[in-house]
């Protein structure tokens, strides 16, 4: 499985951006589906995730009630609607798979290539 992240470009703080995910092969429902995001010099970090089989979704707290993951089963994809965006949302944003919920990026072995946000002040 590959996995292609779009979506990502320029915003001012308060705006919306809408990220997508699309795998090249099938998402069972046992897999796990991540949304990550890294700045310049820091640590790779948690955003959401989303459970394939039955939707359940989770969120990092910095992101809570901003953020909504969903999917798509059929068309094996996911999506990241990010809303009131701020200056420290700015990063490339990634998606990944694992087999088992986690919020360690270490735990997901299949990566996109990352998409940049940036989010103007």
């Known amino acids: 499985v590959q996995l292609q992240a779009s979506g990502g470009g320029l915003v001012q703080a308060g705006g919306s951006l809408r990220l997508s995910c699309a795998a090249s092969g099938r998402i069972f429902s046992s897999h796990v589906m991540g949304w990550f995001r890294q700045s310049p010099g820091k640590e790779r970090e948690f955003v959401a995730a989303?459970?394939?089989?039955?939707?359940?979704?989770y969120y990092a707290d910095s992101v809570k009630g901003r953020f909504t993951i969903s999917r798509n089963s059929a068309g094996n994809t996911m999506s990241l609607q990010m809303e009131t965006l701020k200056p420290e949302d700015t990063a490339v944003y990634y998606c990944a798979r694992t087999n088992a919920y986690s919020r360690h990026p270490k735990e997901y072995n299949i990566w996109g290539q990352g998409t940049l946000v940036t989010v103007s002040s």
């Open positions: 989303i459970r394939w089989g039955i939707g359940s979704t």
